[in-house]
């Protein structure tokens, strides 16, 4: 069935889509690595070609260089942390008989709907000096009043990593639950009649067999960290006191230094593409089929 | 199968142990915040964990009137409301075309909104917030017009819509794809043209689809703040939810009026909260589909 008709039609459907795109996600993504080589004026859409200058400078700012190692830290022990409860969390949900489980399940993933302004309002509540949730369950426990700064030095980044952890697990856990939820029950049955523990079957079968959802969810480790951590910070932690990468670029931005915002933009984006491939092919095994 | 053996039984004390602990670390500090929004600021300068003395309702009155809460609740919906109802008119037909039809360049334009995948609304934030700055000086200098694309909820409202599509086309055009072509073939027979058979025909057998959909981009559409501080940044103009709740977040530390903060913050999270206990089960299926969203 070819006729006028059919790409009159077809083009009607997708104009407006293909338009959207290419206005508001193509050419902005284009114009990121375009900038990065001009400098632009503040106020004047003037811009003049600088090459690789902007990229010459960032790599001598202290400040970039700090808040890109905040973020490698924050990838590091977020991934881990949250990598680690998920997993587990799911195990159990998954493989043991629990009363409630659909309301762990539900309670678990409630941090993800909230926006992170919300949680970044929760955590100001948990983080208060004085008279915060956490401080005054610390002083319970030490028998007298403790005052820690949650969200000054040197505590600041610890705070952060807490409140994106507290944001992440029920996410992950989710996502891992449902690929455990496919693994054959059978398996476990003649595991635990050869005799193997719980601790070998959640590391013979169930990891092994899930392996290529953890392999997918690591890039989303990464990629999501990123861009969460400039969310947390942006909302939780007072201007410049650990920014993260795209924090950083925002700062920028605000100084009217587009070129420079963008070229550190240009740099967090390689480092999350290289570093996710690099993850990727690092942890390629044989996939196990079920 | 198993003999219960006194470690079996402290095995499974533990695993309560330890989920009641993740529960009681997520409930409380929320729970924490629904309580607070009704204390009287006098009940914030001691031991946190009392309970409120009075329902103390005026928290609300202030965070809605005074704050400007209700008129960013306002916008908030207006701008949710229209992003998706500009989603679902482009990115329905567009991902039904793109599945299930074959014509030039549609292979372009599927790897090219696939790509999109990968393109994260912050790295991109700043072009388009220049790109928007310099239209609306063309805008000034060509027609004396202000505030054309920035400080506007409707151009919000577009762009939202336009950096959901890859993720929504995705979705959308993964189930069109699992559909068989008789459908169609049975509809055009019957004498119903292209549109009548994509809108009579295939769009009401993807309403699990749509709902999906919805769900996830009321979430973040709901959430978000970078592109809204962004694109609208007059000081005394409009703003969504989430971004006068920072203001006020600011404000409130400095002026020490934490009720109206609380109140604010509970004003904020409430609709997500009502909509997840109605749709959890939903959100929490259609999230292993959806999981590239990250």
């Known amino acids: ?290 | 199968m198993k003999k219960s053996n006194s470690a079996d039984t402290l095995y499974k004390v533990f695993i309560y142990v330890v989920l009641i602990t993740l529960a009681v670390v997520i409930i409380v500090p929320v729970g924490w915040v629904f309580l607070a929004s009704i204390k009287q600021n006098s009940e914030f300068y001691g031991n946190p964990w009392t309970l409120p003395a009075t329902f103390y309702w005026q928290n609300f009155v202030d965070a809605w009137t005074a704050a400007k809460m209700g008129s960013y609740m306002l916008n908030s919906v207006l701008v949710t409301v229209l992003s998706l109802a500009i989603l679902l008119v482009v990115a329905l037909p567009a991902a039904y075309c793109l599945s299930r039809f074959r014509f030039r360049g549609s292979k372009f334009l599927n790897t090219a909104f696939m790509a999109g995948l990968f393109i994260n609304v912050n790295y991109i934030v700043v072009p388009i917030f220049l790109m928007m700055r310099d239209w609306d000086s063309w805008m000034n200098y060509l027609f004396k017009l202000n505030n054309i694309f920035m400080n506007n909820l409707v151009t919000l409202a577009v762009v939202y819509a336009a950096t959901a599509l890859p993720f929504t086309v995705y979705l959308l055009s993964g189930y069109f794809a699992t559909l068989p072509h008789d459908f169609e073939e049975a509809a055009y027979i019957d004498g119903a043209g292209y549109g009548q058979a994509m809108i009579r025909v295939i769009f009401p057998m993807a309403q699990p689809s749509i709902l999906t959909i919805i769900l996830f981009n009321f979430l973040s559409f709901w959430n978000e703040y970078i592109i809204s501080m962004t694109l609208m940044n007059s000081a005394t103009g409009q703003k969504t939810l989430p971004v006068g709740l920072l203001n006020l977040m600011q404000a409130s530390q400095s002026a020490a009026q934490f009720g109206r903060l609380y109140a604010g913050l509970v004003l904020v999270m409430l609709p997500t909260l009502i909509l997840y206990m109605c749709v959890q089960q939903k959100l929490t299926q259609g999230m292993t589909v959806g999981g590239l969203k990250g």
Do not use: H
């Open chain 1, 1 to 290: 069935m070819r006729s006028p008709g059919r790409s009159r039609f077809i083009a009607l459907c997708v104009a407006p889509a293909t338009i959207l795109f290419f206005l508001f996600m193509v050419m902005p993504t284009f114009n990121v690595f375009r900038m990065s080589l001009f400098e632009r004026g503040a106020y004047s859409p003037t811009e003049t070609f600088v090459g690789l200058n902007n990229f010459k400078v960032l790599f001598k700012d202290t400040k970039f260089i700090v808040s890109m190692q905040n973020t490698i830290l924050l990838i590091v022990t977020v991934t881990i942390i949250t990598f680690f409860f998920a997993i587990v969390f799911a195990a159990i949900l998954t493989r043991e008989k629990i009363k409630g489980q659909n309301f762990f399940r539900i309670i678990f993933y409630i941090p993800n709907i909230l926006s992170v302004v919300v949680i970044a309002g929760i955590f100001s509540a948990i983080y208060k000096p004085d008279n915060g949730m956490l401080n005054s369950i610390f002083s319970l426990f030490a028998g007298r009043e403790v005052m820690v700064l949650w969200k000054d030095q040197p505590m600041v980044i610890v705070s952060v990593i807490i409140a994106m952890v507290w944001q992440a697990i029920g996410y992950y856990m989710v996502m891992y639950m449902a690929s455990m939820s496919a693994v054959p029950v059978d398996l476990y049955e003649s595991a635990s009649l050869d005799g193997a523990g719980r601790l070998n079957q959640f590391f013979e079968i169930t990891l092994p067999l899930i392996w290529t959802n953890i392999r997918t969810t690591l890039t989303f480790f990464i990629i999501s960290t990123i861009n969460m951590a400039f969310l947390f910070v942006k909302a939780m932690v007072a201007k410049g006191m650990a920014d993260v990468g795209l924090s950083f670029m925002y700062a920028q931005k605000d100084e009217g230094l587009y070129g420079y915002a963008m070229a550190a933009g240009v740099i967090i984006f390689l480092f999350s593409f290289t570093l996710s491939a690099v993850v990727n092919q690092v942890t390629k095994r044989d996939v196990l089929q079920m």
